[in-house]
């Protein structure tokens, strides 16, 4: 009967090398922490302004003059107030009538004295630049408008100065409550502009999240 032969058994060496440790690799997926940026302060809007209160429209009773909250009308042409710097008033008289209304009473009267003219033709001429006269002497109310970087607008209107001294008197009360106005709006916008410069100026600079070169 043949000897059996038993299976060879391996056995582990004291010189074997153990088997190599797990060894940690950096994550790819690390984030790089960075400096958060800075937060700028916020800017408190200031209080819008108020509108202001409307004004009832106010025109002469012949509707030559028409002056509502912002526009004036005269004699058909619109102007804006905000274009408008100051308005007057004032008599002025016809000089041209004047002129001829005293010339010709002059020589009337020397013709009549020379007896160059009868009593009856006299008498019409007399009367005739008589009229004259006091029709240049009479006048009219001239209406000027002074406008911004413009020349100025002329009106002629007819009637009593005293009424219109007093639609001019409320016409310039308005153009100066439109210039405040305007005044007001624009000192607002500057102090918010101002106000958000200041801000941005108080700002600490940005770091530099450049990475630095890695040398070969």
Do not use: C, K
């Amino acid at each position: 009967m043949p000897a059996t032969v038993p299976a060879p058994q391996w056995a582990r060496s004291s010189t074997a090398g153990a088997p190599p440790a797990a060894t940690s690799t950096p994550s790819t997926n690390a984030e790089t922490s960075l400096p958060e940026a800075p937060v700028p302060p916020v800017v408190e809007a200031l209080p819008p302004l108020l509108p202001p209160t409307p004004l009832p429209t106010v025109q002469s009773p012949d509707g030559r003059f028409v002056l509502t909250d912002t526009h004036l009308t005269v004699l058909g042409q619109t102007f804006g107030l905000r274009e408008l710097e100051q308005a007057e008033v004032q008599r002025v008289r016809w000089v041209l009538w004047v002129l001829l209304g005293g010339l010709g009473l002059t020589t009337v009267l020397i013709a009549f004295l020379q007896n160059w003219l009868h009593t009856l033709p006299a008498m019409v001429g007399l009367a005739t630049t008589a009229l004259l006269l006091a029709y240049g002497q009479r006048g009219t109310n001239r209406l000027r408008l002074w406008r911004l970087g413009r020349e100025a607008a002329h009106f002629t209107l007819p009637g009593e100065l005293a009424t219109w001294q007093r639609l001019v008197g409320e016409l310039n009360r308005r153009i100066s409550r439109v210039h405040d106005r305007a005044a007001a709006e624009a000192a607002a916008l500057l102090a918010a502009a101002e106000a958000e410069l200041v801000a941005v100026q108080a700002l600490p600079p940005a770091p530099d999240n450049t990475l630095p070169t890695p040398f070969a």
